[in-house]
Protein backbone atom coordinates (compact mmCIF):
# COMPACT_ATOMS: atom_id res chain seq x y z
CA UNK A 1 0.00 0.00 0.00
CA UNK A 2 1.06 3.46 -1.20
CA UNK A 3 1.01 6.34 1.43
CA UNK A 4 -1.84 7.98 -0.43
CA UNK A 5 -3.58 5.32 -2.18
CA UNK A 6 -5.81 2.25 -0.53
CA UNK A 7 -6.86 -0.28 -3.38
CA UNK A 8 -10.09 -1.70 -2.67
CA UNK A 9 -11.70 -5.26 -3.45
CA UNK A 10 -15.40 -6.48 -2.95
CA UNK A 11 -16.81 -9.40 -1.91
CA UNK A 12 -20.90 -10.05 -2.31
CA UNK A 13 -21.44 -7.29 -4.36
CA UNK A 14 -24.98 -6.69 -3.17
CA UNK A 15 -27.26 -3.10 -2.38
CA UNK A 16 -24.98 -2.42 -0.09
CA UNK A 17 -22.00 -2.84 -1.46
CA UNK A 18 -23.02 -0.76 -4.04
CA UNK A 19 -23.20 1.97 -0.90
CA UNK A 20 -19.46 0.98 -0.11
CA UNK A 21 -18.42 1.85 -3.45
CA UNK A 22 -20.18 4.65 -4.54
CA UNK A 23 -19.19 6.22 -0.64
CA UNK A 24 -15.18 6.28 -1.70
CA UNK A 25 -15.20 9.15 -4.01
CA UNK A 26 -15.34 11.25 -0.78
CA UNK A 27 -12.54 9.15 0.40
CA UNK A 28 -9.02 10.51 -0.39
CA UNK A 29 -6.79 7.95 -1.48
CA UNK A 30 -9.70 5.45 -1.71
CA UNK A 31 -9.83 3.26 -5.18
CA UNK A 32 -12.32 0.03 -6.10
CA UNK A 33 -10.09 -1.70 -8.18
CA UNK A 34 -11.90 -5.23 -8.07
CA UNK A 35 -14.76 -7.34 -6.96
CA UNK A 36 -15.66 -11.21 -6.69
CA UNK A 37 -18.73 -12.90 -6.09
CA UNK A 38 -19.77 -16.57 -6.98
CA UNK A 39 -21.64 -15.17 -9.96
CA UNK A 40 -19.04 -14.07 -11.78
CA UNK A 41 -21.75 -12.42 -13.82
CA UNK A 42 -22.84 -10.50 -10.29
CA UNK A 43 -19.09 -9.55 -10.22
CA UNK A 44 -18.78 -8.42 -13.81
CA UNK A 45 -21.45 -6.08 -13.34
CA UNK A 46 -20.41 -4.46 -10.11
CA UNK A 47 -17.09 -3.77 -11.38
CA UNK A 48 -18.62 -2.05 -14.62
CA UNK A 49 -20.84 -0.42 -12.72
CA UNK A 50 -18.52 1.19 -10.42
CA UNK A 51 -15.29 1.63 -12.74
CA UNK A 52 -12.94 -1.34 -10.96
CA UNK A 53 -10.41 -2.92 -13.67
CA UNK A 54 -11.16 -6.54 -11.92
CA UNK A 55 -13.63 -9.14 -11.47
CA UNK A 56 -13.88 -12.54 -10.24
CA UNK A 57 -16.22 -15.52 -10.22
CA UNK A 58 -14.49 -17.03 -7.29
CA UNK A 59 -13.09 -15.06 -4.06
CA UNK A 60 -9.60 -17.34 -4.32
CA UNK A 61 -8.87 -15.00 -7.06
CA UNK A 62 -9.40 -11.62 -5.30
CA UNK A 63 -7.35 -13.01 -2.04
CA UNK A 64 -4.54 -14.07 -4.52
CA UNK A 65 -4.33 -10.33 -6.33
CA UNK A 66 -1.45 -8.61 -5.02
CA UNK A 67 -3.04 -4.94 -6.25
CA UNK A 68 -5.18 -5.50 -3.88
CA UNK A 69 -5.43 -3.65 -0.07
CA UNK A 70 -7.86 -3.76 1.44
CA UNK A 71 -11.36 -5.74 1.22
CA UNK A 72 -14.95 -5.10 1.65
CA UNK A 73 -16.81 -8.31 3.47
CA UNK A 74 -20.65 -8.14 2.33
CA UNK A 75 -21.79 -10.96 2.41
CA UNK A 76 -24.64 -13.27 4.69
CA UNK A 77 -23.41 -13.38 7.83
CA UNK A 78 -22.32 -16.90 8.23
CA UNK A 79 -19.77 -16.38 5.75
CA UNK A 80 -18.21 -13.56 7.42
CA UNK A 81 -15.46 -14.85 9.97
CA UNK A 82 -14.49 -17.46 7.35
CA UNK A 83 -13.70 -14.82 4.30
CA UNK A 84 -12.66 -12.08 6.75
CA UNK A 85 -9.74 -15.12 7.40
CA UNK A 86 -8.60 -16.17 4.57
CA UNK A 87 -8.57 -12.15 3.43
CA UNK A 88 -6.31 -11.85 6.39
CA UNK A 89 -4.18 -14.77 6.01
CA UNK A 90 -3.57 -13.13 2.19
CA UNK A 91 -2.29 -10.43 3.88
CA UNK A 92 -4.99 -7.69 3.05
CA UNK A 93 -7.02 -5.38 5.51
CA UNK A 94 -10.48 -6.41 5.86
CA UNK A 95 -13.56 -4.30 6.51
CA UNK A 96 -16.49 -6.75 7.44
CA UNK A 97 -20.04 -5.99 7.47
CA UNK A 98 -22.07 -6.02 11.06
CA UNK A 99 -22.31 -8.20 12.50
CA UNK A 100 -18.75 -8.92 12.66
CA UNK A 101 -19.52 -12.71 12.89
CA UNK A 102 -22.18 -14.63 13.97
CA UNK A 103 -20.88 -15.56 17.68
CA UNK A 104 -18.13 -14.76 20.26
CA UNK A 105 -15.90 -17.52 19.32
CA UNK A 106 -15.76 -16.61 15.41
CA UNK A 107 -14.92 -13.34 16.13
CA UNK A 108 -12.20 -14.25 18.30
CA UNK A 109 -10.74 -16.78 15.73
CA UNK A 110 -10.53 -13.70 13.39
CA UNK A 111 -9.02 -11.22 15.83
CA UNK A 112 -6.58 -14.18 16.53
CA UNK A 113 -5.54 -13.98 12.43
CA UNK A 114 -5.48 -10.21 11.95
CA UNK A 115 -2.79 -10.34 15.03
CA UNK A 116 -1.13 -13.76 13.57
CA UNK A 117 -0.47 -11.56 10.22
CA UNK A 118 -0.03 -8.28 11.60
CA UNK A 119 -3.47 -6.96 9.71
CA UNK A 120 -5.96 -4.26 10.20
CA UNK A 121 -9.71 -6.27 10.57
CA UNK A 122 -12.99 -3.52 11.53
CA UNK A 123 -16.78 -4.25 12.08
CA UNK A 124 -18.34 -2.01 9.30
CA UNK A 125 -20.32 -0.32 11.70
CA UNK A 126 -20.32 2.98 10.02
CA UNK A 127 -23.55 4.67 11.87
CA UNK A 128 -20.16 4.94 14.64
CA UNK A 129 -18.83 7.34 12.56
CA UNK A 130 -21.20 9.72 11.36
CA UNK A 131 -21.42 13.29 12.76
CA UNK A 132 -24.14 13.80 14.15
CA UNK A 133 -22.66 11.56 16.55
CA UNK A 134 -20.39 13.48 17.61
CA UNK A 135 -22.39 16.08 18.47
CA UNK A 136 -24.86 13.68 20.64
CA UNK A 137 -21.45 12.88 22.83
CA UNK A 138 -20.27 16.22 23.09
CA UNK A 139 -24.03 16.99 24.91
CA UNK A 140 -23.30 13.68 26.67
CA UNK A 141 -19.92 15.14 27.85
CA UNK A 142 -21.67 18.59 29.30
CA UNK A 143 -24.17 16.84 30.85
CA UNK A 144 -26.84 18.89 28.74
CA UNK A 145 -29.55 16.27 30.33
CA UNK A 146 -28.04 15.73 33.37
CA UNK A 147 -27.13 12.46 34.48
CA UNK A 148 -28.74 10.07 31.96
CA UNK A 149 -31.35 7.22 33.52
CA UNK A 150 -32.05 5.14 30.10
CA UNK A 151 -32.03 4.46 26.66
CA UNK A 152 -34.96 3.77 24.65
CA UNK A 153 -34.34 2.44 20.74
CA UNK A 154 -36.25 0.81 18.15
CA UNK A 155 -35.33 -0.67 14.72
CA UNK A 156 -38.80 -2.18 13.09
CA UNK A 157 -40.07 -3.03 9.67
CA UNK A 158 -42.52 -5.21 8.38
CA UNK A 159 -41.11 -8.22 6.12
CA UNK A 160 -42.95 -10.24 4.30
CA UNK A 161 -42.66 -14.02 5.48
CA UNK A 162 -40.43 -16.25 2.69
CA UNK A 163 -38.85 -19.35 4.62
CA UNK A 164 -36.08 -19.02 1.52
CA UNK A 165 -35.10 -15.41 2.34
CA UNK A 166 -31.77 -14.76 4.29
CA UNK A 167 -33.45 -13.46 6.71
CA UNK A 168 -36.08 -16.12 7.63
CA UNK A 169 -33.28 -18.86 7.50
CA UNK A 170 -31.64 -20.16 10.18
CA UNK A 171 -28.63 -21.85 8.56
CA UNK A 172 -27.67 -17.95 7.31
CA UNK A 173 -27.80 -16.63 10.64
CA UNK A 174 -31.46 -14.87 10.21
CA UNK A 175 -33.51 -13.31 12.44
CA UNK A 176 -33.99 -9.63 13.98
CA UNK A 177 -31.17 -9.34 16.02
CA UNK A 178 -28.19 -10.01 14.51
CA UNK A 179 -30.23 -8.06 11.59
CA UNK A 180 -30.90 -5.03 13.05
CA UNK A 181 -31.10 -5.70 17.00
CA UNK A 182 -26.94 -5.41 16.65
CA UNK A 183 -27.58 -1.63 16.04
CA UNK A 184 -29.36 -0.82 18.96
CA UNK A 185 -26.77 -2.47 21.06
CA UNK A 186 -23.87 -1.41 19.15
CA UNK A 187 -24.83 2.07 19.42
CA UNK A 188 -26.07 2.43 22.94
CA UNK A 189 -22.25 1.05 23.90
CA UNK A 190 -20.63 3.11 21.52
CA UNK A 191 -22.17 6.46 23.80
CA UNK A 192 -21.71 4.85 26.57
CA UNK A 193 -18.68 2.86 26.46
CA UNK A 194 -18.15 -0.60 29.00
CA UNK A 195 -19.50 -3.84 29.76
CA UNK A 196 -23.06 -4.98 28.76
CA UNK A 197 -24.95 -6.44 31.17
CA UNK A 198 -28.29 -8.87 30.11
CA UNK A 199 -31.37 -8.02 32.05
CA UNK A 200 -34.14 -9.37 30.59
CA UNK A 201 -35.51 -10.36 27.18
CA UNK A 202 -38.62 -12.06 25.04
CA UNK A 203 -38.91 -12.93 21.20
CA UNK A 204 -41.30 -14.26 18.91
CA UNK A 205 -39.42 -17.53 17.47
CA UNK A 206 -41.24 -18.20 14.19
CA UNK A 207 -41.38 -21.38 12.50
CA UNK A 208 -38.26 -21.57 10.80
CA UNK A 209 -36.37 -21.09 14.21
CA UNK A 210 -35.46 -17.30 14.38
CA UNK A 211 -35.77 -14.38 16.59
CA UNK A 212 -38.74 -12.21 13.69
CA UNK A 213 -39.49 -9.64 17.24
CA UNK A 214 -37.22 -9.35 19.73
CA UNK A 215 -37.29 -7.03 22.94
CA UNK A 216 -34.63 -6.47 25.47
CA UNK A 217 -33.24 -4.66 28.40
CA UNK A 218 -29.47 -4.43 28.70
CA UNK A 219 -27.38 -2.75 31.54
CA UNK A 220 -24.93 -0.64 29.29
CA UNK A 221 -21.22 0.82 30.49
CA UNK A 222 -19.54 1.15 33.18
CA UNK A 223 -22.65 3.69 34.74
CA UNK A 224 -25.12 0.28 34.13
CA UNK A 225 -27.58 2.82 32.50
CA UNK A 226 -30.41 0.51 30.74
CA UNK A 227 -31.20 0.01 27.47
CA UNK A 228 -34.78 -0.83 26.70
CA UNK A 229 -34.90 -1.99 22.99
CA UNK A 230 -37.42 -3.22 20.76
CA UNK A 231 -36.49 -5.35 17.06
CA UNK A 232 -38.49 -6.76 14.79
CA UNK A 233 -38.72 -8.05 10.94
CA UNK A 234 -42.15 -8.18 11.31
CA UNK A 235 -43.57 -5.10 12.49
CA UNK A 236 -42.96 -1.26 11.42
CA UNK A 237 -41.69 0.66 14.29
CA UNK A 238 -40.99 4.53 15.22
CA UNK A 239 -37.07 3.76 14.48
CA UNK A 240 -35.62 6.33 16.69
CA UNK A 241 -32.97 6.37 19.61
CA UNK A 242 -33.68 8.25 22.60
CA UNK A 243 -31.25 9.15 24.76
CA UNK A 244 -32.87 9.81 28.55
CA UNK A 245 -32.09 12.32 31.27
CA UNK A 246 -33.09 13.92 34.59
CA UNK A 247 -32.78 16.88 33.20
CA UNK A 248 -34.19 16.35 29.37
CA UNK A 249 -33.64 14.17 26.45
CA UNK A 250 -31.58 13.71 23.66
CA UNK A 251 -33.26 12.47 20.36
CA UNK A 252 -31.38 10.86 17.68
CA UNK A 253 -34.24 11.05 14.47
CA UNK A 254 -35.54 7.94 12.54
CA UNK A 255 -33.68 6.09 11.22
CA UNK A 256 -30.93 6.27 14.17
CA UNK A 257 -28.95 4.50 12.00
CA UNK A 258 -28.73 6.50 9.05
CA UNK A 259 -29.21 10.20 9.78
CA UNK A 260 -27.58 13.55 10.26
CA UNK A 261 -30.34 15.04 12.79
CA UNK A 262 -30.30 15.17 16.52
CA UNK A 263 -32.65 17.05 18.85
CA UNK A 264 -31.67 18.34 22.34
CA UNK A 265 -34.87 18.37 24.36
CA UNK A 266 -33.94 20.01 27.51
CA UNK A 267 -36.59 20.53 30.26
CA UNK A 268 -38.43 24.30 29.93
CA UNK A 269 -36.08 25.22 26.81
CA UNK A 270 -36.59 25.21 23.34
CA UNK A 271 -35.49 22.13 21.58
CA UNK A 272 -31.78 23.29 19.83
CA UNK A 273 -31.78 20.92 16.56
CA UNK A 274 -28.32 19.54 15.26
CA UNK A 275 -27.96 18.86 11.29
CA UNK A 276 -25.24 16.62 9.70
CA UNK A 277 -25.48 16.18 5.94
CA UNK A 278 -23.04 13.54 4.65
CA UNK A 279 -20.37 14.02 1.83
CA UNK A 280 -21.71 10.97 -0.43
CA UNK A 281 -23.72 8.88 1.88
CA UNK A 282 -22.37 7.97 5.61
CA UNK A 283 -20.21 5.25 4.61
CA UNK A 284 -17.79 7.23 3.65
CA UNK A 285 -16.80 8.17 7.38
CA UNK A 286 -16.03 3.95 8.55
CA UNK A 287 -13.79 4.34 5.32
CA UNK A 288 -11.94 7.02 6.67
CA UNK A 289 -11.31 5.59 9.73
CA UNK A 290 -10.14 2.00 8.14
CA UNK A 291 -7.36 3.79 5.50
CA UNK A 292 -6.49 6.00 8.41
CA UNK A 293 -5.38 3.18 10.73
CA UNK A 294 -3.83 1.45 7.91
CA UNK A 295 -1.79 4.18 7.68
CA UNK A 296 -0.25 4.24 10.84
CA UNK A 297 0.19 0.55 11.51
CA UNK A 298 -2.86 -0.32 13.49
CA UNK A 299 -4.29 -3.57 13.92
CA UNK A 300 -7.82 -1.84 15.20
CA UNK A 301 -9.87 0.78 15.36
CA UNK A 302 -10.38 3.07 18.99
CA UNK A 303 -14.08 4.01 17.46
CA UNK A 304 -14.64 0.58 16.56
CA UNK A 305 -12.15 -1.52 18.59
CA UNK A 306 -12.38 -5.30 18.67
CA UNK A 307 -13.35 -5.35 22.48
CA UNK A 308 -16.34 -3.61 21.45
CA UNK A 309 -17.65 -6.57 18.68
CA UNK A 310 -16.72 -8.83 21.25
CA UNK A 311 -18.74 -7.27 24.20
CA UNK A 312 -22.24 -6.84 21.54
CA UNK A 313 -21.50 -10.18 20.08
CA UNK A 314 -21.23 -11.89 23.54
CA UNK A 315 -24.94 -9.96 24.25
CA UNK A 316 -26.19 -11.15 21.23
CA UNK A 317 -24.88 -15.20 21.65
CA UNK A 318 -26.72 -14.56 25.45
CA UNK A 319 -29.83 -12.66 24.26
CA UNK A 320 -30.29 -15.88 21.80
CA UNK A 321 -29.56 -18.10 24.35
CA UNK A 322 -32.14 -16.95 26.68
CA UNK A 323 -34.75 -16.71 23.78
CA UNK A 324 -34.22 -20.22 22.37
CA UNK A 325 -32.32 -19.22 19.33
CA UNK A 326 -29.86 -21.40 18.32
CA UNK A 327 -28.07 -21.89 14.90
CA UNK A 328 -27.86 -25.58 13.01
CA UNK A 329 -24.46 -25.07 12.53
CA UNK A 330 -23.42 -23.64 16.13
Not at 5 to 29: C, D, H, K, Q, T
Not at 152 to 160: C, L, M, P, S, V
Not at 254 to 276: K, M, N, Y
Amino acid sequence: MSDTLVRWGVIGPGRIANRFAESLSAVPGARLVAAASRDASRARDFASRHGAERHYGDYASLFGDAEVDAIYVATPHTQHADLSILALQAGKAVLCEKPLTVNVPQAQRVFAAATEHQRFVMEAFWTRFLPVYAQVRQWLDEERIGRVTDIETYFGYAQTRNPDDRLFRADLAGGALLDVGVYCISMSQHLFPGPLRLLEASATVGETGVDEDLKARVAVGTQGVELRMHASMTSRLYNCFTIKGEQGDILITEPFWDTGQAILLRHGEAPVASFSPYLVNGFEYQVQEVQRCMARGALESTVMPWADSLAVLGCMDEIRARVGVRYPFE
